[in-house]
T-cell receptor
């Protein structure tokens, strides 16, 4: 159990377009989901914390108008990269926290390439 | 804020031998969790081992064990009988216990090479 999926796993887009990435908890409810970004050969850096039914909390330096997060249900959080630029090219990973518990589980990640 | 430091960017080990990856952290909290995650080329984060700070006993998972020194804020990972499949990037991570947030704080990673 405790599976988290991300869709798409890989996306290539043109500069200026928007891209939506989904994070789903498949067999459990997640009141909190976290979005991380990982540049090549670097560590995971938290971008934002997403709570179901409320606004996301963004880390310092992360533009909330550029990285739109919606956590509309207990099993789905979406990250939309608006007006993507080549510098947004990265690996985006979500993790989902089990509702009522403390365990978290990572999704497989989404590789975004902006041309 | 919590910080996690991995001072070994790269490590190598001979197959079947033992290797230890180092990790130190800084926190003012008394209750927290520590983790080692493995990230193979697929980039999927795989939980290797987890330690609750309140437990004095070091966690073990088959060939993987930790040396948790709470006072020294040290959390090293020992891999015994290394296998080719152990080659990956290893991240040490910290997470607070309790509360409603609890994001992970990751170290910079150690790239482990296993030599046949």
């Amino acid at each position: 159990g405790a599976v988290v999926s991300q869709h798409p796993s890989w996306v290539i887009c043109k500069s200026g377009t928007s891209v939506k990435i989904e994070c789903r908890s498949l067999d459990f409810q997640a009141t909190t989901m976290f979005w991380y970004r990982q540049f090549p050969k670097q560590s995971l850096m938290l971008m934002a914390t997403s709570n179901e039914g409320s606004k996301a909390t963004y880390e310092q330096g992360v533009e909330k108008d550029k990285f739109l997060i919606n956590h509309a249900s207990l099993t789905l959080s979406t990250l939309t990269v608006t007006s993507a630029h080549p510098e947004d090219s990265s690996f985006y990973i979500c993790s989902a926290r089990l509702a009522g518990g403390e365990k978290q589980f990572f999704g497989p990640g989404t590789r975004l390439t902006v041309l | 804020a919590q910080t996690v430091t991995q001072s070994q960017p790269e490590m190598s080990v001979q197959e079947a031998e033992t290797v230890t990856l180092s990790c130190t952290y800084d926190t003012s909290e008394s209750d927290y969790y520590l983790f080692w995650y493995k990230q193979p080329p697929s980039r999927q984060m795989i939980l290797v081992i987890r330690q609750e700070a309140y437990k004095q006993q070091n966690a073990t998972e088959n060939r993987f064990s930790v040396n948790f020194q709470k006072a020294a804020k040290s959390f090293s990972l020992k891999i015994s009988d290394s296998q080719l499949g152990d080659a990956a990037m290893y991240f040490c991570a910290y997470r607070s216990a309790g509360g409603t947030g609890n994001q992970f704080y990751f170290g910079t990673g150690t790239s482990l090479t296993v030599i046949p």
